[in-house]
């Protein structure tokens, strides 16, 4: 089990008076201590570096099949196989950490992404495309458990500093978006096969990641020094339905879902659309580049401003920003249509989906959290690999405007689910 830092002062939050998460926080004078910023900062570097891992598989993969199976139309089906292990492996991932803790949990996480990295590697070498299968599936257990940083993040800081810990440990996205390509670039020729020195790299990063994470000393979920805490802990744990079936977690459940649904549908279906319009393939880098930068930089500040502003008002925003950017897309097919229409969609993306994880750690006791987050990827990351897999099929049958519209409808049930959770009587939190 993980040790509890005995510096850390956080107050437990049954002992302040419930309050609503969907309105805005007051100021707050209370900071961060050292040891609490400490393990935040490095559970950042971790994001960042596993993010890093993420983004080169999806740069890497297609490009390495094709060199040996000349099937382009299954080129992705290894990344396909990571979003499919995600699914997979969610429930055990998040029930392995409710047991064991976050840092053992996190550390076997490291573990399967060098194995995956090893089986890549293997397959690539030996032309093996069911290996290179099967490496994508082992995968996504690392990815599974990456997702879950946003969760942990939470979970080392108090309350009131909820929001701005999922939005710096997101903000690590920042610097995968330049590592990634930066060593995929750097190692893709660097020995034969191509990209064989990529997959070598995945496998030193998962170490890398292995190796900090030893360094974080997470909180142990069944202690606590408030009484009232330790009620909550020793109370049965409620079934998963009477969790999910509360309107704070199906809105965020939904929101989540959307958000990263349509901005998944609409940064596959780009390049293709890019392309197909005569367009470079170093443009559809470059949209996809900035696109990314959206998604992660605004993380700097969402905190602040759910804080300021109340939740519900930040996801709103956000589902106004993605309704701008597909505003934007379909007034045109040039370059700079492109361009900003994906960088809104990234920040409404950030906006929505940071303002949803705070949501949903508001929905569950310390017992609960492991099967309520796995329930929340797996409707979240489910939604996730269906998009992108059916992205380029609707973008060669349908096109670039008839997606884009579709993804209107998409973005307009988001706001609905917000809307909705904004006339639903406030209710306390769960204690955590």
Known sequence: MDAINPKSGLKPETDRAPQSVDAPKPEQPQRLDRPAYRNLMLLTCCQAVG??????????TGLS???????????????TMQHIGVMLWVFPAA?????????????????FGMAGAIVMCFGLFTGNFLAMCGGGLILGYAVACLQMYRFAAAELVPMHYRAKAISWVTAGGVAA??????LVRVTHDLVMPLYLATYAAILGLHIVVFTIMSFIKFPAVATSASPAVEAEVLAPPRPLWEIASQPRFIASAVAGMLAFGTMSFIMSASPLAIVGCGFPHAEAHWVIFVHVLGMFVPSFFTGNLIN?????????????????GVAVALSGMTEWNFRIALTLNGIGWNFLFVGATTLVTTCYRPNERGKSQA???FLVFGTTATSSFMAGFLQDRWGWYPLNWFSVLLILAAAAAVIWLRFQRPTPSPAH
């Open 177 to 182: 978006a330049v590592i990634g390509p930066s």
């Open 308 to 324: 300021r502003f109340g939740t519900t008002t930040v996801m709103a925003w956000g589902a106004a920003l993605m309704l701008a």
């Open 65 to 79: 099949v094709i060199t040996f199976y000349h099937r382009p139309d299954l080129a992705n089906l290894p990344v």
């Open 375 to 377: 329930l929340n990827d």
């Open 51 to 60: 993010q890093s891992c993420n983004t080169m598989m999806f740069a890497a």
């Open 95 to 111: 029930l392995l950490m409710q047991r064991v803790g976050r840092s053992i949990g996190f550390r076997v996480g490291s573990l």
